[in-house]
């Protein structure tokens, strides 16, 4: 793929840059491995002063909670999540006014692509609510998804750095598992195909390659997520529709997909909201089709010591919802939403070069559990009865 349309890292942007994926790396490799690598050695010292086996995530962050190294890379992970979104926002907001224009001129010359927005569409409130109250934004990205109009452009480049790949860009490692994903779909025919929380398009354009000959749509409730995803289209001559829809009503006809996706979506939203996605996905889906989400795994599948450390996010990277996701039973409310032919686990595959990531247990070896799969089928009429 080839760059997006930020201009060139400044001299300054581009040492931030390394600086901020330098530290990273460091603190993975030598402060959080460490730190992973020592936990047997707590367990035993734990086992001495009469207490058990560590069982739950608590019990297991206890002995690191008030380690001074643990704190220490908590800060820093946090201080160059921050670093690294505010020299990428910087440097779009420099070149603002050849962004937006040329954002602008995408959308008035689509030929291969649409974007249609709704003007009525409200942001609801949870999803606005933490940036006015003061509260750490998702990913502390100053103003979340939705409230700068550059945000395509900075998220790329910051992204870029997340994914300790600054100098090569967001896509740099290629599709990957998303690939891997969009192909574990049952093997059927998916004629119409629909990507739930889309934002700037990166399982939408892989569906898209993935299922050549079929409708894709793409939908967010943000409106600058949509429009630089729309421009990533355009520019690569893809047939994507991208739409302002909001997944928990989405407005679509019933039985009108043959298969929904999302990737990282449900982690991104509240208990309530999730469940009227998934009961919206069971409606607009046709009898047969298939619903999968590719998202963070329950704590259930993790150890205590794993899932102490994948919380970080929760506690420390403005993912407010991510606690009340990761302890619910998610199969569960597919299976009272109507759907059957459940299964969950991890995804199988490997993508060494992603191996910089946002949760603090991602020690620099990318591991396929911190990628979870959840399928599901809505029952055909024939298994429901109905005819
Ligand atoms: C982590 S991003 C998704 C990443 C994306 N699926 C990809 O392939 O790169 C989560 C997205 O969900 C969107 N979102 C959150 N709640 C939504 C809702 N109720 N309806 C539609 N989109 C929503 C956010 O605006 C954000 O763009």
Redesign the pocket.
Known sequence: MTPGPMTPASHDDASRLDFVEGVRAFNYRHIVKPLVDDYGRRVDERKRAGLGEPVTKEEAGSLYISDPSYLFSCALQRSMQRLGWSTASEGAHREAASLSMELRASQSTSVHSELILDSQLQM?DW?TSAHFSGRDDIHLVEG???ADELVGPFYERGGAAYRLAWRGGYDAAGPGA?EIFARSAPPGRYDKVL??????????RVLRSVFPTSEVIG????VP?LTYAHYLAERDGQRISYQQ????ATGFDAESFDLVT????LH??PDD?RAS?VAEAFRILRPGGTLMFLDIPPYSALTPVQAWFESFDGRGNGECFWEEFLVSDFPALMRSAGFEELSEGPLDYEEKSYWGSSALWRTGEFDPVHRWVTRAVKPSLVAAGSL
């Open positions: 609801p999803y979340g998804y939705w998303l990507d739930l929380g889309c934002s700037f398009g990166g399982l939408t939908i967010d409730i943000s997520a829809r909001d997944a928990s999302a990737f990282l979506l991104e939203v909201v996605i």
